[in-house]
């Protein structure tokens, strides 16, 4: 059982200000898409499409048990986002718990999008909506536990404040006295 509730509803549209491009399919067509993947591949479920297709504005927490369809759920989520919201890929970040969890989110968000891409030939679309599907990046995408994205960022940032002073690394330091974040392994 799936509980769907919302956890805001902030317009996303200011927050993300350029984020959002153009939109490539409508929500007809993209579950005409995911249809004409193969038989391997099912439509989210009515409690799954609940959350898939919610206004793309709105912040969504999702609770679920084990083995009913998290994963799938936040997979369609993000997709329906790029394709059908306009979304950059760029401006969507999914997160899970563990990193066993991320690796299997972000294999379904690869594989599972570039299956749609690869299926649009066979439904009837204007061949600019195709060239517009294969010009998406899906690798932009952001996905990890949410201390491996933390680190991530803190790590980046901390590149990019080395090449403007030391003192602003300095700063970092002080602020998260655990740095570096990958301290060695001593063995006795």
């Known amino acids: 059982m799936t509980h769907l509730a919302e956890a805001g509803s902030k317009n996303r549209d200011s927050d993300f200000g350029t984020q959002r491009e153009t939109v490539v399919l409508s929500q007809e067509n993209f579950l005409r898409l995911i249809k004409a993947v193969g038989s391997d591949f099912y439509p989210p479920d009515d409690e799954q499409a609940e959350a898939v297709f919610s206004d793309p504005r709105t912040d969504l927490f999702i609770v679920a ?33 563990t990193k066993k969890a991320a690796a299997e989110l972000r294999s379904r968000l690869l594989g599972w999008g570039y299956r749609l891409i690869d299926a649009a030939s066979k439904i009837d679309l204007p061949p600019s909506t195709l060239e517009s599907l294969k010009a998406i990046d899906l690798n932009q995408i952001l996905t990890g536990t949410i201390d491996g994205l933390a680190e991530n960022s803190l790590y980046t940032h901390t ?30």
């Open 65 to 97: 048990g084990p083995g009913t369809g998290k994963t799938s759920c936040l997979s369609f989520r993000a997709l329906y986002l790029i394709f059908v919201a306009g979304f950059a890929p760029r401006s969507i970040m999914a997160t899970t718990f």
């Open 159 to 188: 590149h990019l404040a080395k090449k403007v002073s030391q003192g602003g690394v300095a700063k970092l330091r002080y602020i998260f006295p655990i740095w570096p974040p990958r301290p060695r392994l001593h063995r006795r």
